[in-house]
């Protein structure tokens, strides 16, 4: 039996005026795959979460989810549909407590479905919900962590709830912007853990990171782009091993002897 | 001088009452009651109290009717821009579309003032609601000067084609049995929205408008669809503009072109300043303030607006939290001088 595909890009292209930020990116994913992008900055890969995501609408190409094409959908349908994101530059609601962030989601329709991460079915009320996914992602009860004011959370809490906001949608797949970045190596080796426990629950997790050490640690294939363009795509040693992502990451012979 | 500055400095201490998040308190004794109540005692209080106080001044009662039709301008005003995130300049829009809305009604169809002002109401709020819609996806200025154009637009309309009455306006609305029914009426009314509306605001609905203010492109990535929300939030505010613009139009017994006057744009703004943004009590404070100092300054005709922008000024650079904020941190702070 072959795994699903829950996701598949055709020929994605994105340009914006001169520059162009993805040219014809194919790739397809399977229910319960760790999918790594990675590549230098500028290449395309906020720019390919955008497309995905609906923030930013495809010149060409076609995004199909679930079997579904959701080219040019807006973002709210799309996440609808139990396709999610988190967001590079946290902005939570700073004035509110953490548990409070949670409540837009969870007033969603598809939180209203769904009942929230492990809500069960019906929703309950929204604010137990709330503090029940945020424990379970490693804020402390006990310390009154989710109580605390946004405003005054540190990075690492700052970014899980990034991914608590995705998770009350109960979503089928996660497109983590960055997660790992900013993060201390204490709070690193919590997240990872969090991770593969999520991908163990049936989420399926494309995670774009600057951090490959983690990365390659978690994800069963990763995909390189540069210039907008996929490099290649593979196994983690088989990326590695690959000539032309050592000359994205670290530039060619040519450039090398010029300096 | 300097040298007695440096060697002490300002303490605030939170009073014992007031825990570590807002909105939770330990309330234990009747003092603390009597501590968390007595502000918003002293608002009702003093709004009920003033058409009796004023009783010997029959022009001054009118002004109080006027005090809280600015009032929930401005209580909408503060709602749209601080909870919602849009700066609404459509004040006068509201007012005008509830106004003629109600006079249309009364002088059409005959409906008494208890149906034409709910029914103006909802109605004049869909039809505001309706004509920003396409407007909905704008944020701050842009949007501020759009809902700008829509009374000016109005009333242009109005005039040039002539309809309800052109610019003699509708005649011969029907009036409130009393003055003191339509005093206590718009005083509850007030009472009501803004008490609900600070309710409202902190409800699971609420923290969806807040959402949107704060950073949308999260709301949006959680499966909300962000015009419906903000569309919700003009919907509310709207309403209750043309509830002010539909007791406006039974208070005068008429309804015509000045009621798309930009001072019912302008003015709601000028007391939010003044009265503290983003507190909703703030907004009835500064009107209960601006407007009466605009009915003593009618005889300097025009010139009233040099002293609008005079207090206005004086507050945005001295004092530009509002009295509302500066007056809740004095009762909630002690405040000492401690020697360093």
């Given at each position: 039996?072959?795994?699903?595909?829950?996701?598949?890009?055709?020929?994605?292209?994105?340009?914006?005026?001169?520059?162009?930020?993805?040219?014809?990116?194919?790739?397809?994913?399977?229910?319960?795959?760790?999918?790594?992008?990675i590549g230098?900055?500028?290449?395309?890969?906020?720019?390919?979460?955008?497309?995905?995501?609906?923030?930013?609408?495809?010149?060409?190409?076609?995004?199909?989810?679930?079997?579904?094409?959701?080219?040019?959908?807006?973002?709210?349908?799309?996440?609808?549909?139990?396709?999610?994101?988190?967001?590079?530059?946290?902005?939570?609601?700073?004035?509110?407590?953490?548990?409070?962030?949670?409540?837009?989601?969870?007033?969603?329709?598809?939180?209203?479905?769904?009942?929230?991460?492990?809500?069960?079915?019906?929703?309950?009320?929204?604010?137990?919900?709330?503090?029940?996914?945020?424990?379970?992602?490693?804020?402390?009860?006990?310390?009154?962590?989710?109580?605390?004011?946004?405003?005054?959370?540190?990075?690492?809490?700052?970014?899980?709830?990034?991914?608590?906001?995705?998770?009350?949608?109960?979503?089928?797949?996660?497109?983590?912007?960055?997660?790992?970045?900013?993060?201390?190596?204490?709070?690193?080796?919590?997240?990872?853990?969090?991770?593969?426990?999520?991908?163990?629950?049936?989420?399926?997790?494309?995670?774009?990171?600057?951090?490959?050490?983690?990365?390659?640690?978690?994800?069963?294939?990763v995909m390189v782009l540069n210039?907008?363009?996929k490099v290649c795509?593979?196994?983690?040693?088989?990326v590695?091993?690959?000539?032309?992502v050592?000359?994205a990451?670290?530039?060619?012979?040519?450039?090398?002897?010029?300096? | 001088?300097?040298?007695?500055?440096?060697?002490?400095?300002?303490?605030?201490?939170?009073?014992?009452?007031?825990?570590?998040?807002?909105?939770?308190?330990?309330?234990?004794?009747?003092?603390?009651?009597?501590?968390?109540?007595?502000?918003?005692?002293?608002?009702?209080?003093?709004?009920?109290?003033?058409?009796?106080?004023?009783?010997?001044?029959?022009?001054?009662?009118?002004?109080?009717?006027?005090?809280?039709?600015?009032?929930?301008?401005?209580?909408?005003?503060?709602?749209?821009?601080?909870?919602?995130?849009?700066?609404?300049?459509?004040?006068?829009?509201?007012?005008?579309?509830?106004?003629?809305?109600?006079?249309?009604?009364?002088?059409?169809?005959?409906?008494?003032?208890?149906?034409?002002?709910?029914?103006?109401?909802?109605?004049?709020?869909?039809?505001?609601?309706?004509?920003?819609?396409?407007?909905?996806?704008?944020?701050?200025?842009?949007?501020?000067?759009?809902?700008?154009?829509?009374?000016?637009?109005?009333?242009?309309?109005?005039?040039?084609?002539?309809?309800?009455?052109?610019?003699?306006?509708?005649?011969?609305?029907?009036?409130?049995?009393?003055?003191?029914?339509?005093?206590?009426?718009?005083?509850?009314?007030?009472?009501?929205?803004?008490?609900?509306?600070?309710?409202?605001?902190?409800?699971?609905?609420?923290?969806?408008?807040?959402?949107?203010?704060?950073?949308?492109?999260?709301?949006?990535?959680?499966?909300?669809?962000?015009?419906?929300?903000?569309?919700?939030?003009?919907?509310?505010?709207?309403?209750?503009?043309?509830?002010?613009?539909?007791?406006?139009?039974?208070?005068?017994?008429?309804?015509?072109?000045?009621?798309?006057?930009?001072?019912?744009?302008?003015?709601?703004?000028?007391?939010?300043?003044?009265?503290?943004?983003?507190?909703?009590?703030?907004?009835?404070?500064?009107?209960?303030?601006?407007?009466?100092?605009?009915?003593?300054?009618?005889?300097?005709?025009?010139?009233?607006?040099?002293?609008?922008?005079?207090?206005?000024?004086?507050?945005?650079?001295?004092?530009?939290?509002?009295?509302?904020?500066?007056?809740?941190?004095?009762?909630?702070?002690?405040?000492?001088?401690?020697?360093?």
């Amino acid at each position: 039996m072959s795994p699903e595909t829950i996701l598949k890009l055709s020929g994605v292209t994105k340009r914006f005026g001169g520059v162009q930020a993805l040219t014809e990116v194919d790739v397809e994913i399977h229910r319960g795959d760790i999918l790594g992008i990675i590549g230098p900055n500028g290449s395309g890969k906020t720019t390919l979460v955008n497309c995905i995501t609906g923030f930013v609408t495809p010149d060409a190409g076609q995004v199909i989810f679930a079997g579904r094409d959701i080219t040019g959908w807006p973002p709210h349908k799309i996440a609808d549909l139990g396709l999610t994101r988190t967001f590079q530059v946290m902005r939570p609601y700073y004035s509110l407590p953490a548990y409070k962030n949670l409540i837009v989601p969870l007033f969603s329709r598809r939180a209203r479905r769904t009942g929230g991460w492990r809500g069960g079915g019906r929703m309950g009320d929204r604010n137990t919900v709330a503090v029940d996914i945020l424990e379970e992602i490693g804020f402390e009860r006990d310390s009154y962590v989710p109580y605390k004011a946004a405003s005054s959370l540190p990075t690492g809490y700052l970014k899980r709830l990034e991914l608590a906001r995705c998770l009350a949608l109960r979503p089928d797949l996660i497109l983590c912007d960055e997660v790992f970045s900013g993060l201390s190596m204490s709070e690193m080796a919590s997240m990872l853990p969090l991770m593969e426990k999520l991908r163990q629950e049936g989420v399926t997790l494309i995670m774009v990171e600057h951090r490959l050490r983690e990365l390659f640690s978690l994800a069963n294939r990763v995909m390189v782009l540069n210039f907008g363009a996929k490099v290649c795509e593979g196994g983690s040693e088989e990326v590695m091993a690959n000539e032309e992502v050592k000359k994205a990451y670290f530039g060619s012979e040519e450039v090398f002897e010029y300096v | 001088m300097e040298a007695v500055m440096a060697t002490r400095r300002k303490e605030r201490l939170d009073r014992g009452i007031k825990v570590r998040t807002d909105g939770i308190y330990a309330v234990s004794s009747w003092r603390e009651i009597a501590y968390l109540v007595l502000p918003r005692l002293l608002l009702i209080g003093g709004l009920l109290l003033m058409p009796l106080l004023l009783s010997q001044a029959p022009y001054w009662q009118r002004v109080v009717s006027i005090v809280c039709i600015y009032s929930l301008l401005a209580i909408s005003f503060d709602f749209l821009a601080h909870f919602v995130g849009l700066v609404s300049l459509g004040g006068a829009l509201y007012i005008g579309v509830g106004a003629y809305i109600a006079a249309l009604l009364n002088t059409h169809f005959g409906l008494p003032s208890w149906v034409t002002v709910p029914l103006s109401t909802i109605l004049g709020g869909g039809f505001c609601t309706l004509l920003l819609w396409p407007c909905l996806p704008l944020r701050g200025v842009y949007f501020a000067i759009v809902s700008l154009m829509f009374p000016l637009l109005a009333a242009r309309i109005i005039e040039a084609l002539d309809i309800f009455g052109g610019t003699d306006g509708i005649l011969g609305v029907d009036g409130f049995s009393s003055k003191w029914m339509e005093m206590y009426v718009l005083i509850a009314l007030v009472l009501l929205i803004l008490f609900g509306l600070r309710r409202l605001v902190n409800e699971d609905l609420g923290l969806v408008f807040r959402g949107v203010k704060d950073n949308d492109q999260a709301v949006k990535a959680s499966g909300i669809d962000v015009i419906t929300i903000k569309a919700l939030g003009v919907f509310i505010a709207s309403a209750i503009g043309c509830l002010g613009g539909a007791m406006l139009s039974h208070l005068y017994m008429w309804a015509g072109l000045s009621q798309f006057a930009l001072d019912f744009s302008i003015i709601p703004i000028a007391a939010t300043v003044v009265g503290g943004g983003g507190t909703l009590a703030g907004p009835v404070i500064g009107c209960l303030i601006l407007v009466p100092i605009s009915e003593l300054l009618r005889d300097f005709g025009t010139l009233r607006i040099a002293v609008y922008a005079l207090i206005l000024c004086g507050f945005i650079v001295f004092k530009s939290e509002g009295l509302m904020v500066y007056g809740s941190r004095k009762y909630q702070q002690f405040e000492r001088w401690v020697q360093i």
